[in-house]
C-alpha cells in the first residue's frame, strides 16, 4: 500500500474547504494546507483536519505556490486539490482501491476532472489531469497561471474523477490580471500560456483582442494539437459574438489543419448548417459527430453531450424539417436513452405524441 500527501493551495475558502476534506480525510496520510492570504475562517476549519498549515505570500503565481506545498510532503505519493473540488463516493472507493493496489513503478496517475455539470449532475466537460504523483520523481509546477505538471514517466490513467463543484463563481478577471502583468514586466508568452491568454480575453468579453491572439497562436504553429483545436472552437464563438458567421465557419474549419473532426466541431458546423436551412448538410455533421467520440486520453477537453446526446437532439429536429418523421422520433428516442430527463427530449416527445393524436 502506498501513502498519500494531500497537498493544497487556498485563501478564503471557508464556505468548501471542509466538504472538500471530509472526502479524503479517512484516504491521505497527511494533509498539507498551503494558506495564501485567508480573511475568513479557512484555516480555523483546515485545523480540524490537520495541523501542517503553512502560510505563503501571494505573489500572482500560482505554481510558486503550489510548489511550494509540494516541498512539504512526506509521504510516497502527493496528491493535489482545490478546496473547491470533491470525490463522489463511487470514485472514493476506486481511489482507496488504488492506494493498496498501485504499482510504485508508477510515477503519475492521471485522473478525469469533471469540471462542468447538466441540471441532473451529469458531468458535461471532463479532462485528464495529473493527479497523484511519484515524491521521489521531485515533479515542478510550471506557468505562473493555468499551471501544469508536465506528463513524463510511467504513467496510468485511471477512471477516478475528482468532481470540481465550485458554490460562488470566481473572480472572472483575476487570471487576465495576471496575465497582464505577466506582460507589462515584459515576459514573454509561451505557445501554452499565449492559448490561455487568449481565452482569458474571450472570457472577459474582449473579443476583438481575443482574435487576434487566438489567430497568433494559431499560426504559430506552435502549439499542443489539442489546444490548437480549442482554440479554432474559442475563435469561431468570438467571431458569432461580433456577428461574423463566415468567419466563424472558418475557424472551425480550420481545426482539420491539426486533427480529424472532433464531435463538438462537428456539431458546430450542423448547426451553421442548421441555421441557413442547409439540413442534409446539416444531418452529415451530426452524424459524423456519433461516429466518431473524441478520446478523453489525448489530454483534450471532452464534452461529453457532443458525442452523443446533441447530435441525436439535433438530428431529430432536422429530420422533423424535411418531414421524417419515424426518423425524428428514433433520434429523439436515442436522446432519451442517455438523458431521460432532460426537457429536450421530454419536450420532443410530447411534440411527436401531440402531432400523432391531431394526424388521426
Given at each position: 500500500m502506498i501513502r498519500i500527501s494531500l497537498c493544497m493551495i487556498v485563501k478564503n475558502e471557508e464556505d468548501v474547504i471542509g466538504r472538500c476534506l471530509e472526502c479524503v480525510k479517512d484516504i491521505v496520510d497527511e494533509i498539507i494546507i498551503v494558506d495564501t492570504g485567508s480573511t475568513d475562517s479557512t484555516i480555523e476549519i483546515a485545523q480540524k483536519y490537520t495541523s501542517k498549515i503553512y502560510?505563503?505570500?501571494w505573489v500572482d503565481d500560482f505554481s510558486k505556490a503550489r510548489n511550494y506545498a509540494f516541498s512539504k510532503a512526506t509521504q510516497d505519493y502527493i496528491m493535489w486539490l482545490d478546496a473547491d473540488?470533491?470525490?463522489f463516493e463511487n470514485d472514493r472507493i476506486h481511489l482507496k482501491q488504488l492506494k493498496n493496489d498501485l504499482e510504485p513503478s508508477i510515477d503519475m496517475v492521471m485522473?478525469?476532472?469533471h469540471v462542468a455539470f447538466d441540471e441532473h449532475n451529469n458531468p458535461t466537460l471532463s479532462y485528464y489531469r495529473e493527479r497523484l504523483l511519484s515524491r521521489k520523481k521531485n515533479y515542478q509546477w510550471i506557468s505562473p497561471i493555468h499551471e501544469v505538471i508536465p506528463p513524463s514517466g510511467n504513467i496510468l490513467y485511471s477512471d477516478i474523477a475528482i468532481a470540481h463543484k465550485k458554490l460562488h463563481p470566481s473572480d472572472k478577471t483575476r487570471n487576465l490580471r495576471i496575465f497582464n502583468k505577466i506582460i507589462t514586466e515584459g515576459l514573454e508568452l509561451d505557445p501554452r500560456q499565449q492559448f490561455y491568454y487568449s481565452r482569458e480575453l474571450y472570457y472577459n468579453g474582449q473579443y476583438q483582442k481575443a482574435i487576434e491572439n487566438f489567430n497568433q497562436f494559431l499560426d504559430s504553429k506552435q502549439g499542443w494539437v489539442e489546444n490548437c483545436i480549442s482554440a479554432c472552437i474559442d475563435l469561431s464563438d468570438c467571431y458569432q459574438k461580433?456577428?461574423?458567421p463566415h468567419n466563424a465557419l472558418l475557424a472551425l474549419l480550420k481545426s482539420f489543419e491539426f486533427d480529424k473532426p472532433r464531435p463538438e466541431i462537428c456539431c458546430k458546423l450542423g448547426n451553421h448548417f442548421l441555421e441557413n436551412n442547409s439540413i442534409e448538410i446539416a444531418i452529415f455533421w451530426y452524424e459524423l459527430a456519433i461516429s466518431n467520440p473524441s478520446d478523453?486520453?489525448?489530454?483534450?477537453?471532452?464534452?461529453t453531450d457532443y458525442c452523443g446526446y446533441i447530435p441525436y437532439i439535433q438530428l431529430c429536429v432536422c429530420y422533423d424539417k424535411i418531414g421524417n418523421t419515424q426518423k425524428a422520433i428514433f433520434y429523439n428516442n436515442k436522446a432519451g436513452k442517455l438523458k431521460p430527463n432532460d426537457k429536450a427530449f421530454l419536450y420532443?416527445?410530447?411534440?411527436?405524441?401531440?402531432?400523432?393524436?391531431?394526424?388521426?
Open positions: 502560510h505563503f505570500k473540488d470533491i470525490l485522473m478525469k476532472y461580433i456577428n461574423e478523453i486520453k489525448n489530454g483534450g477537453f471532452h464534452h420532443n416527445q410530447n411534440y411527436f405524441q401531440t402531432k400523432n393524436t391531431t394526424n388521426q
